[in-house]
């Protein structure tokens, strides 16, 4: 069974441009999260959907920061424009559902804002 | 709020020994789970080993075990017969039982492995 995919896994971009970030969770793992990991730190949670709907979206920077997952299936993580604060690694999960306290991790996407 | 605290920004130990790394969390709630995840450095995080609040023995996966304190909000994770494979950033992580699914995550401890 195929793991959590993201692409891209690398990404390097100039201040003031859109860059977006894409997450495909495990086969039939309705609920799924956007993590941000800053250097040196753990994980933090951006947003959590279940299915299509944004359960909890209260870290999302929402001036810049923009998420959809329209099917309840993949998701699109969208950044516009970048600043040089948002250089981080985006880490993508899933779970089976709401109250699963596995979350499966994705390899994560490292953007750099130059 | 829930936080998570490791002390230990990195430890070393030779190949073959045990090796603990410590976590401590502060929370009001009584009913929750605890995490120890792998991140090496590709990235991904694995999920190592899960402690449910509720339980009073400790959690074991093969050479992982935990020693959770719960009056002590204590969360140590101890690897025995320690591998080159086991290097990579553990992180601690606790989430509530009460509807809240977000991971609170540490600051997590680098492992060296010396051969």
């Known amino acids: 069974e195929a793991g959590v995919v993201q692409s891209p896994r690398y990404k390097i971009i100039e201040k003031k441009q859109p860059v977006a970030f894409w997450c495909n969770p495990i086969s039939g793992h309705n609920t799924l999260y956007w993590y941000r990991q800053n250097l040196g730190q753990g994980p933090e949670l951006l947003i959590r959907?279940?299915?299509?709907?944004?359960?909890?979206d209260s870290q999302l920077p929402k001036d810049r920061f923009s998420a959809e997952r329209l099917k309840g299936v993949d998701s699109t993580l969208k950044i516009q424009p970048a600043e040089l604060g948002d250089s981080a690694v985006y880490l993508c999960?899933?779970?089976?559902?709401?109250?699963?306290?596995?979350?499966?991790f994705g390899p994560g996407t490292r953007l750099t804002v130059t | 709020a829930q936080t998570v605290t490791q002390s230990q920004p990195e430890m070393s130990v030779q190949e073959a020994e045990t090796v603990t790394l410590s976590c401590t969390y502060d929370?009001?709630?009584?009913?929750?789970?605890l995490f120890w995840y792998k991140q090496p450095p590709s990235r991904q995080m694995i999920l190592v080993i899960r402690?449910?609040?509720?339980?009073?023995q400790n959690a074991t996966e093969n050479r992982f075990s935990v020693n959770f304190q719960k009056a002590a909000k204590s969360f140590s994770l101890k690897i025995s017969d320690s591998q080159l494979g086991d290097a990579a950033m553990y992180f601690c992580?606790?989430?509530?039982?009460?509807?809240?699914?977000?991971?609170?995550f540490g600051t997590g401890t680098r492992l060296t492995i010396i051969p």
């Open positions: 959907y279940e299915n299509e709907e944004a359960v909890d």
């Open positions: 999960a899933s779970s089976w559902a709401i109250n699963s306290y596995e979350q499966y």
């Open positions: 402690q449910e609040a509720y339980k009073q």
């Open positions: 992580a606790y989430i509530s039982n009460f509807g809240n699914e977000k991971l609170t």
């Open positions: 929370t009001s709630e009584s009913d929750y789970y």
